[in-house]
């Protein structure tokens, strides 16, 4: 036997064709497409299932000022931050943490955000009286984004009543 006929004969270890009909061979590869076609398109859609890192944008600024607060007030002084989702994922936040218990943050219970949706997250400052000068203040939002964590910040001027 020669070198080309051995090349015609069969392979044991591929399937042969020659002895289906051409009506099983169009089911067999229709079977091969249902099951690649589904696991390749998956595979692409679901980028968000292997890299769930997203983007997300501060709409306004990151670091807020509450202007001048008189000293011994009652009053809670408060800003919103608007986070706005701009990738294509979902965005997670992990953990919300403030540099300081004289503020009281407020956020919603499921800490997510579609894509190009927003999540809101208010800040009060309360004062004590011993407070007195310039306040700053941070807030940490830890999440599925880079940079994580996202510092947002809070500044003012506490006044006593004889400086007005």
């Known amino acids: 036997m020669n070198l080309k006929q051995a090349a015609r004969l069969p392979c044991k270890c591929m399937p042969s064709y020659n002895n289906l009909n051409t009506s099983s061979l169009k089911l067999t590869l229709m079977r091969r497409k249902f099951i690649v076609l589904p696991l390749l398109l998956t595979l692409t859609m679901s980028s968000c299932f292997w890299n769930r ?3 997300v944008k501060v709409i306004g600024l990151s670091e807020a000022y509450v202007g001048e607060i ?7 002084h408060g800003v919103e931050w608007l986070i706005q989702n701009t990738g ?3 965005l997670r936040i992990d953990s919300i943490t403030s540099s300081c218990d004289c503020l009281k ?25 011993a407070d007195t000068g310039s306040i700053y203040h941070e807030v ?8 994580s ?3 947002l ?3 003012g001027e506490i006044v006593s009543e004889d400086e007005e």
């Open 53 to 55: 890192q997203t983007k």
């Open 88 to 90: 294509s994922c979902k």
């Open 153 to 155: 910040s809070l500044t």
């Open 140 to 147: 940490m939002v830890y999440g599925n984004f880079d940079p």
């Open 70 to 76: 008189e000293k011994g007030t009652n009053v809670s």
């Open 105 to 129: 943050l407020s956020y919603a219970s499921s800490m997510t955000a579609g894509s190009g949706k927003y999540f809101p997250i208010r800040a009060m400052l309360q004062t004590e009286a």
């Open 149 to 151: 964590p996202l510092v």
